[in-house]
């Protein structure tokens, strides 16, 4: 009786679950990068600023150009991704790894420039260059202008660089332009104001005056005897009404006591992008796996 061979079948053949979950991740990232791109332009569109952009002064700390580029970057990201797996393109595929790798090495090489400078004041430098910058154009940009009302108001709770003081280098908060005719003048943005209990309707011009000497923070009414009513002026100390500490000093703070958030944030997206890179990487070798078969 014949001896019967027996063949072994290859079974191997490309992972579906590694090539729809990288598909379905980078449609995510595809659709949430166009929504930022499009604020983005359209943010600059409503300032008219892609025929004026030679007026543009300080371009990377524009809001709306920060979020087309960060738009921008992210949406090939995840359109290599996403039609690189469905397609099963290895074109798109190692296009997609190489540039998650030049992004993961420059991020690396950030936070490790950021480590060595920290203790030089590079940083702080930048920090407050970009502050300056910010409140020098505070009533010329109004995306700028949120920024810094969301920064003081919202996030840190400050006023200015180091002080409610820097706001002198604004020329409409500069006291010199009380001579101009400036209600801002010797005063502070409305952000810079501290929140009352229970308050309803925000007072926008909480900060007038408040770096005048002899400021008046408000009155109240009393009555004699024969109840005549007397207005009797109330001079609280300023830090009762706005905040007096810087925001250099407020971002120090604050990163220091979310040190932790912030690294595990950080890691966090580093390990994301290692992972897409192995995905992609392991989706490559399946197809060319399974074209090597064709010959």
């Known amino acids: 009786m014949p ?3 027996k063949y072994r079948r ?14 379905t991740s980078n449609v995510f990232i595809f659709v949430a990068a166009l929504m930022v791109l ?29 979020l087309i580029i960060l738009g921008g970057i992210t949406f090939l990201l995840g359109f ?17 790894a190489i540039f998650l790798s030049i992004l993961l090495i420059a991020e690396i090489g950030f ?11 590079w940083i702080k430098d930048q920090a407050t260059e970009g502050l300056k910058a910010f409140i020098r154009h505070y009533r010329e940009d109004a995306d700028q202008q949120n920024l810094i009302d969301w920064i003081q108001e919202d996030w ?12 002198d280098s604004n020329n409409y908060f500069n006291c010199s332009s009380i001579a101009i005719g400036s209600r801002e ?11 009352r209990p229970q308050e309803l309707i925000k007072n926008k011009q909480c900060g007038y005056d408040v770096r005048k000497e002899g400021y008046v ?5 009393s009555f004699t005897r024969n109840h005549n009513p007397i207005i009797n002026l109330c001079k609280q100390p300023v830090d009762r009404n706005i905040h007096e500490r810087g925001c250099l000093r407020a971002g120090e703070d604050w990163l220091e006591a979310h040190l932790i958030s912030v690294a595990a944030a950080c890691v966090g997206l580093l390990m994301l992008q290692i992972l897409g890179i192995c995905f992609a990487q392991n989706l490559r070798a399946d197809i060319y796996s399974q074209k090597s078969k064709w010959h």
Not at 156 to 167: E, H, R, S, V, Y
Not at 217 to 221: C, E, L, N, P, Y
């Open 3 to 5: 001896a019967v061979r």
């Open 10 to 23: 290859e079974t191997s053949e490309i992972s579906c679950c590694l090539k729809y979950l990288l598909f």
């Open 38 to 66: 499009s604020v983005g332009i359209w943010a600059w569109s409503e300032k008219d600023m892609f025929r004026n952009i030679a007026k543009l002064s300080f371009i990377a700390l524009d809001p709306a150009f920060v």
């Open 80 to 96: 290599m991704g996403s039609v690189g797996a469905l397609r099963e393109n290895t074109c798109l595929l190692a296009a997609y």
């Open 111 to 121: 936070c490790a420039l950021a480590f060595v400078l920290k203790d030089k004041g």
């Open 156 to 167: 840190l709770q400050c006023c200015g660089i180091d002080g409610p003081k820097d706001w």
């Open 185 to 195: 003048a010797c005063g502070v943005p409305f952000s810079c104001c501290r929140r």
């Open 217 to 221: 923070s408000g009155f109240r009414f």
